[in-house]
Each structure stands twice: as C-alpha cells, then as structure tokens.
C-alpha cells in the first residue's frame, strides 16, 4: 500500500488533516475581558448565574393585574405598579391594579389581561365583549429563565451580541476567555518595496500581507505585521529567528518556499529547528504551501510557508487555516453553497482547483459565473470574486450546467 510519507504530493484532505491534527494540540491561553469587549471571545468558562432569572413574577405586558375567577369580568382598579417601583397590595376579587411590563406582580394575583383587552372608565375596568382571560396569563415566573446556580452560557461559546445579556443577567461584568493566537506575518522577495512608494523597473507593492492581515482579523484573531525582508539567506534567517522567538503562535511567510534556486524558505525553518509535516500538496492555486511546527520552551508554534502569489497565499489561508481556527474557537463555518455554473472551465489536471467566481442567487437556487483568468497573481480577479469554486481531483472540464461546491468570502 502507497503511504503518504512515499509520496511527494500530499492530496487536499490529507493535506488539511495533517494541519487539522496540529491545530488540535494548540493549548489555547485564557485572559478576563470585560464584558463589553467580549463579543467574538470564545468562552474559557461556564457563566453560572448567581441570582434567579427573572429574580420575581413579573408582568409581560402592560394591563390589569387580578386574581384569576371565571365568574369575574369587571374589578375597581385601586392603585398601579411600574417596573422598578413595587407596592404590595392586597387585591380582592373583584380588585385590579395597573401593571406595567416588567412590573413584579402583588402577592395574591395569578392573571394579567392585557389593557388591549379591557375597557376602563373611572376606575371601573371591564374585559371587552369577545376576550378571554386565562389563569396565571402573561405572568413571567420567577426562575423561569434558569435557576440561580445553574449555567447560562457553556464554556467554549463563541460570544455573539445573544448571548451578552444572559451573562450581564448573571452578574459578570468581566469574563474569562480564550487569548486570541498571535499571527506573525512577514513577506520576503528581492521585488518587494513598501504599499506608500511607487514602483520603478522591477519591483512589486508588498500587497499580499494585507489579505493575510484581513483574513486573520476576520477569524477574530491577533496579527503583528514584520515586513518583509530581501531574498538574503542570512536575512531571512535572522528575521524568521526572531519572530519564531517572540510571542507569536503562528508564523506565515509568504514568498521563496517554490522550487527557485532562491526558495530558501524551507532549508531555513529546518535550519532553525522546525519540523517539517509536509510540503505541497496537490491543490491549485497554492500547491508549493510548507508547512511545520516549532516547540519552544513547550509551546508549540505552527509555521506555514505560504506561496508569494497573493491568490495563492489568500486560497491557502482559506482553505487550511480558517477552518481551523473557527473549529478551535467554536465559532460556526460558513457553509459551502451548490451553484450551477452558468459556464465552462478550464481544469486539465487532477488537482483540486479553487477557482475565483461570481455567485448570485435568483429566487432560491445560486448561479455562479466564472471569466476569469485564473491566474494566482491576479489579485485584482480575485477582490472582483465573492467565492471560490472548488472543483475536486477527478472532475476534469465542469461544463455549463453542472452543479459546483462554492466557498462564499
Ligand atoms: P515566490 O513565491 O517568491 O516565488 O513569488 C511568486 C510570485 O508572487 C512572484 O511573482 C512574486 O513577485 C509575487 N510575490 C511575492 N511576494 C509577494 C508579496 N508580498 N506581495 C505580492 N506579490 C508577491
Ligand atoms: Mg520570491
């Protein structure tokens, strides 16, 4: 049997397990963050609610608080509560008070009827003809939300503006949650010169960190930008040094991880002690991707060497790393949307493509279109896209018609 360690070229999902696998050993790092800030924070404990919720019956609508009697249809109202402002009374039968929403209902009341649903003259409240009134009715019992001691909102919740009241409800104004991982970012390449110059001859804007910078944020973590650095051997290695050094979790180079004669990245990260898990798989646009890990005083650091083309780098973070992340943070992936494609493309080989398209949606089925070139430098086809058409190994030619997997960004 073929073993992957035989084979030069890793597929796609052999590729994504092996980074999968590594993702899972991160020991993820927690803080306390005030509430306030904590949207998007993953949750690194149970917010336990120290009080009752609702803490007392109260009203859930504006209306007439009584004692619940089927033989009962008008009451003298003697008096009004307003949330925040109880007075207890002692209500007969044929007594009502005025309650407002939120309002804590009088001891001996068991029914709240809506002032929809009465007609009120000097005092006199009387239910309309046609409505109905039924026992304990518009009444929010107390505990009725979660008892006190109970969990609120589980450990591992990826914060979303819901469930920020619960936890206020509870008492927390300060949460602890996971620390966000720290990307360090640099780019190398002797053509690079910085995004404020213009170029002259032959040199290129460094513009591919930028959508690496973006893709990070969008996963909700953390980026130091480190620059770039010329194709120096001596350079690189001094930069890459530092930064595996620092406090970072994960490295992204891009640039010089090909087959160039001043590809140095890889012999680099084995120079200063990476372990290499695989480098390329047969994926396109990305395939020469390297990728490792790097322990230091037992913190493990993944290390990726991403490609230089900006289509490459990007398709590569989305395809190995957000996943990852958002699985890590317990934050929901963006499903993968089925189109029909409106036109042909071009696949000769048997790698999977993640090609640029245009995806809409018409009534309730998606179409994707796709004229563009393809090309893995072309950055500008792929900030024209909104999602990326994959098309796997064996499916060679898609033709018009067919129905494709598209990754929405
Ligand atoms: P490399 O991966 O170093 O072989 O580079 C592949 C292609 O990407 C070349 O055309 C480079 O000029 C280009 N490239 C490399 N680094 C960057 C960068 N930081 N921003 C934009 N393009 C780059
Ligand atoms: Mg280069």
Known sequence: MESIKLRIMLSYKEAFSLIKEQFQNLKLETENVKLENSLHRTL??????????????????????????NSINKWEMIGEITAGNFKEFNLTENQTVKIMTGAKIPFNCNAVIPIEDVKVQDKKVRLSPGSKYLETMNI????????EGEITVEKGTFLKPRHLSSIASC????????????????????????????PEGDKIRVSNVYSLLGEVSEVNQEWINFGFVKDDRDKIKEKVNNILNSDIDILLTTG????G??????????ELGVKKIFWRANIKPGKPCYFGIFTKN???????????????????????????????????NTEQIKAELLNDLRKKDKKRHFMKGVLKKEKDK????????????????????????????EHLDPKKGEIVNCIPM
């Open 44 to 69: 690194a404990e149970n917010v336990i609610s120290d009080i009752n919720l609702p803490p007392f019956d109260n009203s859930a609508v504006d209306g007439y608080a009584v004692q619940f009697d």
């Open 140 to 147: 929010r019992l107390k505990a009725s939300d979660i008892g």
């Open 171 to 198: 008492g927390k104004s300060e949460i602890k949650v996971y620390k966000k991982l720290k990307f360090g970012i640099v780019a190398t390449g002797d053509e690079l010169i910085p995004v404020n110059e213009k």
């Open 256 to 259: 010089g991880v090909s087959v």
């Open 261 to 270: 004669e001043y590809d140095y990245l890889k012999d680099i990260f084995e």
């Open 298 to 332: 037992d913190k493990l650091k993944l290390v990726f060497g991403l490609p230089g083309n900006p289509v490459s780098s990007q398709v590569n973070f989305k395809v190995y790393i957000k996943e990852n992340i958002n699985n890590l943070f317990g934050n929901q």
């Open 366 to 393: 998606y179409f994707i279109t796709s004229k563009f070139s393809q090309s893995s430098g072309n950055m500008v086809e792929l900030s024209k896209a909104n999602c990326l058409i994959v098309i796997e190994e």
